[in-house]
């Protein structure tokens, strides 16, 4: 199946600094991908939808001044966490899709963020 | 709207017992559905799908029919084993949207030796 790899997979900042984490196919072209956050023992929540050479589109209550989303070409995309904060730790996991409405999700392994 | 009920966790078994974890859904039309499973520290991994009424999807042993008749997706194994362990998610992907995808909660499977 497709391959989608995420990087870092974990990272450990101080409070105010940003972190960037990057979401890479690579083996097939998405224009599209997908950014997920998931609290402990929960489902994923969408936070935003990465479109190749546009801005993202977030899902309703994420910041998108606090979660940079960046879609530089269709095989990355970028999530920059700035000015991150204690609350903000958290696993955040990336996907993509392949072509066709049928076509299923490949997600990434995950970055899980840990702010002091 | 569109949406996963799935069975609420956690569920613990001992090896080689039936596993049975419960998936409803609602939607309009005819979405696709998926079971994904987490690995403890790990992404989400495809285990199976079905993408129309009546398919069967199956991995591993595991296996799912997709019922349009009762809107469900149940995730079916006939004897676990402790690698087994791990979240499993239940999702649908509507028709012609391109983009959504609904997940469930996840159930938490433990299986003991």
């Known amino acids: 199946g497709a391959v989608v790899s995420q990087h870092p997979s974990r990272v450990i900042c101080k409070s105010g600094t940003s972190v960037k984490i990057e979401c890479r196919s690579l083996?097939?072209?998405?224009?599209?991908m997908f950014w997920y956050r998931q609290f402990p023992k929960q489902s994923l929540m969408l936070m935003a939808t990465?479109?190749?050479?546009?801005?993202?589109?977030?899902e309703q209550g994420v910041e998108k001044d606090k979660f940079l989303i960046n879609h530089a070409s269709l095989t990355l995309s970028t999530l920059t966490v700035t000015s991150a904060h204690p609350e903000d730790s958290s696993f955040y996991i990336c996907?993509?899709?392949?072509?066709?409405?049928?076509?299923?999700?490949?997600f990434g392994e995950g970055s899980r963020l840990t702010v002091l | 709207g569109d949406s996963v009920t799935q069975m609420e966790g956690p569920v613990t078994l001992s090896e080689e017992a039936f596993l049975t974890i419960n998936c409803t859904y609602t939607a309009t039309g005819y979405p696709s559905l998926f079971w994904y499973v987490q690995y403890p520290g790990e992404g989400l991994q495809l285990l199976l799908k079905?993408?129309?009424?009546?398919d069967k999807g199956s991995n591993k042993g595991f296996e799912a029919t997709y019922r349009k008749e009762t809107t469900s997706f149940h995730l079916e194994k006939g004897s676990v084993q402790v690698s087994d362990s791990a979240v499993y998610f239940c999702a649908l992907s509507p028709r012609n949207t391109g983009n959504q995808f609904y997940f469930g909660t996840g159930t938490s499977l433990t299986v003991i030796p």
């Open positions: 996907s993509a899709r392949t072509a066709g409405s049928t076509g299923e999700l490949f």
């Open positions: 990465s479109n190749e050479g546009s801005k993202a589109t977030y």
């Open positions: 079905a993408t129309k009424a009546d």
């Open positions: 083996d097939f072209q998405a224009t599209t």
